[in-house]
């Protein structure tokens, strides 16, 4: 099992950046892929971005792609997520989630273990 513990969320304006972290434990991180998924107040989670297990692959929404930037520390056990360009629909409650292979997937049920998610809000 894996254990995620995310940070960075807060509140910015729109128009600025903000850089998401989530320390895994358990697992041998370079195990496995990484993903950030998000919940916006009264809307199903969704796919943000994901990561393979090497970093060398990343997907995107298209609704962040050219803002928002995945990637990994292996030797610190820790997924980023960097935020730049703010809209007001990005505020959400961002989780990240471990991956049950070493690619990266959009699909939720390719996830298997959870954080408890970081609030962030943009205002406009």
């Known amino acids: 099992q894996v254990q995620l513990v995310e940070s960075g969320g807060g509140l910015v304006q729109a128009g600025g950046s903000l850089r998401l972290s989530c320390a895994a434990s358990g697992r041998t991180f370079s195990s496995y892929a990484m993903g950030w998924f998000r919940q916006a107040p009264g809307k199903e989670r969704e796919f943000v971005a994901s990561i393979s297990w090497s970093g060398g692959s990343t997907y995107y929404a298209d609704s962040v792609k050219g803002r928002f930037t995945i990637s990994r520390d292996n030797a610190k056990n820790t997924v980023f997520l960097q935020m730049n360009r703010l809209k007001p629909e990005d505020t959400a409650v961002y989780y990240c989630?471990?991956?049950?292979?070493?690619?990266?997937?959009?699909?939720?049920?390719?996830?298997?273990?959870w954080g408890q998610g970081t609030q962030f809000t943009v205002s406009s």
């Open positions: 989630a471990a991956g049950r292979n070493k690619f990266g997937s959009s699909r939720q049920r390719d996830f298997h273990s």
